[in-house]
C-alpha cells in the first residue's frame, strides 16, 4: 500500500513543499550579489575618501563676478563717469547676466556681477573678462582691473606674521616680496599669497615749481621721461663665434642719483636738462593707510589661499614644511609665525569621522 504522506510531501503542486529551501530569507538567496554591491559601495567609499577635495566649506559654484577697480585717488564723480559706469555698459553684454551692483568711492570701485545658477562660470569669467578687454582702452590708462570668480577657495587658509626687532618695515616688506613670497608661491596647491602691512620703498620727486617754469618743463614731462628710460628693453640678437646672444639694455635705477640724472629734455641752447635740475629726487615709501601688529610689533602678513580642487590639509602641511626649510635661510632677527590655519579646523573634524565610522563597524560586527 502506498504511503501518501510521502509522495504529497515532494509534489511541486502541494503547498507544503514551499516548506523547504524556497521559502529561504531573501537576503540569504540574494547573498553573493548584495555582498558584491557592499564590497563595490566600500571601494568606491574608499577612494572617494583619499580624492575628494578636503577643505572646510564645500566646493560651490557661486553665480558672482567681482571686479574690482583701483586708480588712486580719483574723486568719486570723476570715478563715477569715466570708470564704473563704461564699465557698467560693457558687462551688460555678458550672457546669462541677471543684476549688477556696484559700489563706487575715492579712487576705487567694486562690481557685483550676479548671473544663473546654470550657467558655467568658468566660460563666464571668460566672456567677462572679454567685456572688459573691449572697454580697456577707453578708460584711464592709470586703472588697475581684477575680475574674479566668488568661491570659497578665494578665502585664505593660511596666515604667517613677519617681525623684527632690527630691520624696518621696508626691509620686511622686501623679504616678504622677494623671498618668502617666491618661494611659497612654489608650493603645490597654493593659488595667491597677499601681502598685508609693511612700507613699500619708493623714490619721490618733488619738483621745484619756479625751475619748472624757468625751464620750460611740466609736471607730465618728468613723468614721461622716468616711464620711458625706467625700464629694459632688449636690441635683439648678437651672433658671434656661431653662437646667438640676447643683448638686454637695462635703463632701471636704483638710487635717487640715477634717478635724478635721467634727461628730460633739452633746452634752446642744447643742453640737457636733468631731473635733479628742476626737482628734488629722495628714497622714500609709499604712504600707509593701515597699521598692521603681530604680537605688539609693526609687522607685514602673508595671506595665503589655496587653489579651488586642492586639499586643504594637503596644502598646510606642504607650506609648514616650506616655512621650516626658509626660516633656516633668513637673517636670525627674523620671526616668521603663523596666526591663522584653516587646516587645525579640518583634521579634527576628519578625525571625528573616522573614529564615529570604526565604532559604527564594531557596533555593526558585534
Known amino acids: 500500500m502506498p504511503v501518501v504522506g510521502e509522495s504529497q510531501a515532494v509534489h511541486p503542486d502541494n503547498p507544503l513543499f514551499e516548506e523547504g529551501p524556497a521559502r529561504a530569507h531573501w537576503f540569504a538567496r540574494h547573498a553573493k550579489s548584495l555582498i558584491f ?8 567609499g574608499s577612494y572617494l575618501a583619499f580624492t575628494i577635495p578636503i577643505a572646510v566649506f564645500p ?64 566660460e563666464t569669467l571668460q566672456r567677462v573678462d572679454a567685456a572688459l578687454a573691449q572697454v580697456r582702452s577707453s578708460l584711464p590708462s592709470t586703472a588697475t582691473i581684477t575680475s574674479n570668480r566668488l568661491t570659497f577657495a578665494s578665502y585664505p587658509i593660511l596666515g604667517y606674521s613677519i617681525t623684527s626687532n632690527a630691520e624696518s618695515l621696508s626691509q620686511i616688506w622686501e ?45 607730465t614731462d618728468l613723468l614721461d621721461a622716468v616711464g620711458r628710460t625706467n625700464l629694459i628693453q632688449s636690441p635683439g640678437l648678437i651672433e658671434r663665434r656661431h ?12 638710487t635717487p642719483q640715477a634717478l635724478a640724472a635721467i634727461t628730460v629734455t633739452n633746452s634752446p641752447s642744447g643742453v640737457p636738462i636733468h631731473i635733479g635740475d628742476v626737482a628734488t629726487v629722495e628714497s622714500s615709501t609709499e604712504p600707509v593707510y593701515t597699521t598692521v601688529t603681530a604680537d605688539g610689533h609693526p609687522a607685514v602678513l602673508l595671506e595665503i589661499s589655496r587653489q579651488r580642487d586642492s586639499n586643504t590639509v594637503q596644502v598646510a602641511t606642504a607650506v609648514h ?8 635661510q633668513l637673517p636670525p632677527d627674523i620671526h616668521l609665525e603663523p596666526y591663522y590655519d584653516q587646516s587645525d579646523l579640518v583634521t579634527p573634524a576628519i578625525d571625528s569621522v573616522r573614529d564615529a565610522v570604526l565604532l559604527g563597524i564594531v557596533l555593526a560586527s558585534i
Open 37 to 44: 554591491v557592499i564590497v563595490a559601495l566600500a571601494v568606491a
Open 243 to 254: 653662437q646667438l646672444f640676447l643683448g638686454l639694455v637695462s635703463g632701471q635705477v636704483q
Open 59 to 122: 566646493q560651490t559654484n557661486f553665480p558672482h563676478v567681482i571686479i574690482g577697480i583701483d586708480n588712486g585717488v580719483m574723486p568719486i564723480g570723476q570715478m563715477l563717469v569715466t570708470i564704473t559706469r563704461p564699465v557698467e555698459e560693457a558687462v551688460n553684454s555678458v550672457l546669462g547676466l541677471q543684476e549688477v551692483r556696484s559700489v563706487t568711492s575715492r579712487g576705487s570701485a567694486e562690481i557685483d556681477l550676479y548671473f544663473d545658477w546654470h550657467h558655467d562660470m568658468v
Open 321 to 328: 614644511a616650506e616655512v621650516q626649510a626658509l626660516a633656516t
Open 175 to 219: 623679504l616678504a616680496t622677494y623671498t618668502v613670497k617666491p618661494r611659497l608661491n612654489r608650493v603645490a596647491g597654493v593659488s595667491s599669497i597677499r601681502i598685508l602691512g609693511g612700507q613699500a620703498p619708493e623714490f619721490q620727486i618733488t619738483p621745484r615749481p619756479g625751475d619748472l617754469l624757468r625751464a620750460g618743463i611740466t609736471v
